[in-house]
């Protein structure tokens, strides 16, 4: 298998005056086992998440690399940080990278990976590839950047939203009555709320999520203490605070989503934060095809769950559904 890094720049697709860059990591078959026509899957994390979580390799164990699972079956698959997190630009001026520019910058990698995959020049050693299907899939606030991207770009013949919801986030935390809220009042409530998680008076321009609050969240109770302390030594990162206030403001990319008209994989874990899985597809009246994934004993970082590998095989086994 190939894995390599890779930095795509999108300041033109930001807009932005500082030249912006998003890192990648780009896990591959090798030249004998990639396919004539291969799926390639471009994944953007959840908040606080390196691009690591969709590459998870754990000391002492195996098996929890997504990537690596794609990769083995054709799946040229590359694992993005989004702008501000990971290895990615973190301007100085990063209140304006709310999750539409989040989107923006998906848009501009999208571009790059292919261009850069038609012309060989993605990876070493891998050749130029003339009719690869794209595939955009997020995981939480990545769902976010996806499905806005999909709405306003309509870049992918279809996408995956993994544990994020158009409609109305659930069972992250003690809720005010939001239907009593302005807009204005909603955001001033979570920038407070977060604030106080992360611990300061006022929540910082770049902020991260600690692990052991967020646990019973995250991660259902048999996920073992080594994985979580990988998770937070390896696979946390910092968030635009811009970027995390939109994912939770309720509803925010329901206008986007409602645009999307490509085949729909949705998953949820049965403790995610969905008020109701089976609701989900509601948010997406004019997807003409939506595949909906509950997986049991899967918290909300679906990756870290034992059962891991029944949402990666539902996955591998909807991706045909693309090129219908």
């Known amino acids: 298998m190939i894995r390599a890094e890779r930095t795509i720049d999108v300041t033109a697709a930001v807009g932005h005056d500082e030249p912006?860059?998003?890192t990648?990591?780009?896990?591959?078959?090798?030249?004998?086992?990639?396919?004539?026509?291969?799926?390639v899957v471009i994944a953007t994390p959840g908040?606080?998440?390196?691009?690591r979580y969709w590459d998870l390799q754990p000391p002492g164990r195996s098996g929890f690399s997504q990537a690596e699972f794609l990769a083995d079956r054709g799946v040229v698959f590359v694992a993005c940080d989004y702008l501000g997190g990971g290895d990615s630009s973190r301007p100085d001026d990063g209140d304006f990278i709310g999750l539409e520019v989040q989107a923006d910058a998906a848009h501009g990698v999208f571009h790059g990976v292919r261009d850069a995959l038609a012309e060989g020049t993605l990876v070493d050693g891998l050749a130029p590839v003339a009719d690869p299907t794209f595939v955009g899939i997020g995981q939480s606030l990545g769902g976010f950047i996806t499905m806005i991207q999909q709405g306003k770009y309509a870049d992918y013949p279809a996408v995956g939203i993994f544990g994020a919801s158009p409609r109305l986030i659930a069972n992250t935390r003690e809720q005010?009555?939001?239907?009593?809220?302005?807009?204005?009042?909603?955001?001033?409530?979570?920038?407070?709320?977060?604030a106080r998680q992360s611990g300061g008076a006022a929540l910082p321009m770049y902020h991260g999520a600690p692990r052991e609050q967020y646990r019973g969240i995250f991660h259902v109770a048999d996920v073992p203490d080594d994985l979580v302390a990988y998770d937070e030594a390896e696979c946390h990162t910092l968030i635009p605070r811009n970027s995390g206030i939109d994912g939770m403001t309720p509803g925010f990319a329901q206008p986007f989503a409602t645009r999307i008209r490509s085949p729909l994989f949705l998953a949820f874990g049965e403790l995610d934060v969905s008020a109701d899985?089976?609701?989900?597809?509601?948010?997406?009246?004019?997807?003409?095809?939506?595949?909906?994934?509950?997986?049991?004993?899967?918290?909300?970082?679906?990756?870290?769950?034992e059962t891991r590998a029944q949402l990666w095989e539902r996955f591998w086994a909807w991706l045909p559904v693309t090129r219908v």
């Open 20 to 22: 912006l860059q998003v």
């Open 24 to 39: 990648v990591t780009v896990a591959a078959p090798d030249a004998t086992q990639l396919p004539s026509r291969p799926f």
């Open 47 to 51: 908040g606080t998440y390196h691009r």
């Open 176 to 194: 005010p009555e939001w239907e009593q809220l302005s807009a204005a009042e909603r955001r001033a409530w979570i920038t407070a709320e977060n």
């Open 277 to 305: 899985p089976h609701a989900e597809p509601l948010g997406y009246p004019h997807a003409r095809d939506i595949t909906l994934v509950v997986v049991p004993r899967m918290a909300h970082m679906h990756n870290f769950a």
